[in-house]
């Protein structure tokens, strides 16, 4: 019988795919964007196809409606209005806003 592919090192994979496309896009966004641009829409594919999340530190990093890499005073403005982090893609305006979590105290 032929051996079946285990899932979890699949999503491993996968996720270290995410990884190194998000750290690629990084890399190219101020000399080619558009190829940024295809590294996080490949992402999200990968993502999809293996349904798994893209990993927290990575998930605020990209335009969720014209896949560009974010970099905060470059392509992405952000304000703190009533106790929301307020982002705003500068190449498309899409806006996301996030709440400003409270610390905890002891």
């Not at 699949?10 to 080619?32: N, S």
């Not at 990209?62 to 005073?73: A, E, H, M, Q």
Request: proline residues 5%; glycine residues 2%; contains cysteine.
């Amino acid at each position: 019988m032929a051996k079946r592919n285990d899932k979890s090192k699949q999503k491993a994979l996968a996720k270290e795919r995410i990884i190194c496309l998000f750290e690629t896009a990084d890399e190219f966004l101020k000399t080619h964007p558009s190829f940024s641009i295809n590294c996080i829409k490949h992402a999200k594919k990968i993502s999809m196809r293996y349904r798994i999340r893209i990993p927290k530190p990575y998930n605020r990093k990209y335009c969720r409606k014209c896949s560009s890499y974010l970099i905060p005073g470059y392509n992405m403005k952000i304000r703190v209005h009533r106790g929301k982090v307020i982002a705003t893609c500068k190449a498309c305006g899409n806006i996301r806003r996030y709440p400003i979590s409270e610390r905890k105290t002891k």
